[in-house]
């Protein structure tokens, strides 16, 4: 089976899923995080609109495992991908990673040279597919040993940066919360 994934850790991810070109089904992978979310693929997105239909939502990690090896999963080059893809990689599936830059000159081809706006544009899933058919070659292979090393390492450096900034917040909380405090019993006591 192919899969064309446009992951997003924070919003609900589109998967489009296809096996010797027929057409391909719709999935929505819920995030699970916040309120339910209106997904951007059922907005009206030009060309993959008409083309496919939902046909599942699921959970991330559901659709995590019912991947198999010998899968093929088509997905943007980039940071927030790391996570879906080291989950992905680790049950033995073909990773192919386009680059984040050829899908945003894609969507700017379309609106300055065929004029489109707005919700004729295509979706950054509707790219991924449509390359994923006609130019599989554009695609980099997820290498095993240093690629997943190299996933790995900028996971944690994105982890360690999000600890630092909490420590960062929570210091300066506790110090303007104790100065509000010392100013309001200073001037309840009249020294100010």
């Known amino acids: 089976m192919n899969y064309a994934v446009d992951y997003s850790p ?5 998967v ?9 089904k719709h999935i929505v992978l819920k995030s699970g995080k916040g ?15 008409k083309t496919t239909r939902l046909t599942a939502e699921m959970p991330t990690t559901a ?5 198999q090896q010998g ?23 073909k990773l192919m990673r386009l680059t984040t830059w050829h ?18 544009v295509e979706t950054p899933i509707s790219i991924l597919h449509r390359v994923a058919v006609s130019n599989p070659e554009k695609f980099y292979p997820f290498r095993d040993m240093d690629d997943e090393r190299y ?18 917040m929570a210091t300066a909380n506790r110090f303007v919360s104790s100065n509000r ?11 100010w």
Do not use: H
């Open 181 to 191: 405090t010392w100013s309001t019993s200073a001037v309840s006591r009249g020294w």
């Open 151 to 168: 996933a790995r390492v900028r996971l944690l450096t994105k982890m360690y940066w999000m600890v630092q900034r909490k420590i960062r």
């Open 10 to 14: 924070v919003e609900d991810s589109e």
């Open 103 to 120: 899908i945003s000159d894609e969507q700017k081809r379309q609106r300055q040279v065929e004029g489109k706006s707005g919700e004729a």
């Open 71 to 93: 899968d093929i999963v088509y997905t943007e080059l980039g940071g927030q991908n790391n996570r879906f893809c080291l989950a992905a990689f680790q049950r033995g599936v």
């Open 63 to 67: 659709f995590l495992d019912q991947l």
């Open 16 to 24: 489009l899923a296809w096996e010797d070109g027929r057409e391909p």
């Open 35 to 49: 309120p339910k979310q209106k997904s951007i693929f059922s907005m009206g997105s030009g060309r993959t609109k």
